[in-house]
């Protein structure tokens, strides 16, 4: 069983930048590919990022490439995502997974678990 947990989520003006964190409660942490996802009121869930168990392979959504990045501490059992130039059609909450077996690249909604999210707001 994996527990995890966001924080970093807030208002913000478009420009500015916020950092989400995600702790995870496992032992095994390096084994999963973790993923961040978002969703906007009124749409479904949308890709993100995720990268690899490893830490070597980040993969990110058209949407947010070149403006956000995924990390991981595997001492700490933490993933990051440091959202740089933030618009307001970033505006969602974000969600972070976690999911055993699959590639870093895999950018599918089937993640194992998930954590209960926290709201990024972002004004024009």
């Known amino acids: 069983q994996v527990q995890l947990v966001e924080s970093g989520g807030g208002l913000v003006q478009a420009g500015g930048s916020l950092r989400l964190s995600c702790a995870a409660s496992?032992?095994?942490?390096?084994?999963?590919?973790m993923g961040w996802f978002r969703q906007a009121p009124g749409k479904e869930r949308e890709f993100v990022a995720t990268?690899?168990?490893?830490?070597?392979?980040?993969y990110y959504a058209d949407s947010v490439k070149g403006r956000f990045t995924i990390s991981r501490d595997s001492a700490k059992n933490m993933v990051y995502l440091q959202m740089n130039s933030l618009k307001p059609e970033d505006t969602a909450v974000y969600y972070c997974?976690?999911?055993?077996?699959?590639?870093?690249?895999?950018?599918?909604?089937?993640?194992?678990?998930w954590g209960q999210g926290t709201q990024v707001t972002v004004s024009s």
């Open positions: 997974a976690a999911k055993m077996g699959v590639d870093y690249r895999y950018s599918g909604p089937a993640y194992d678990y």
């Open positions: 990268i690899a168990r490893g830490g070597g392979g980040t």
């Open positions: 496992v032992r095994t942490f390096s084994i999963y590919t």
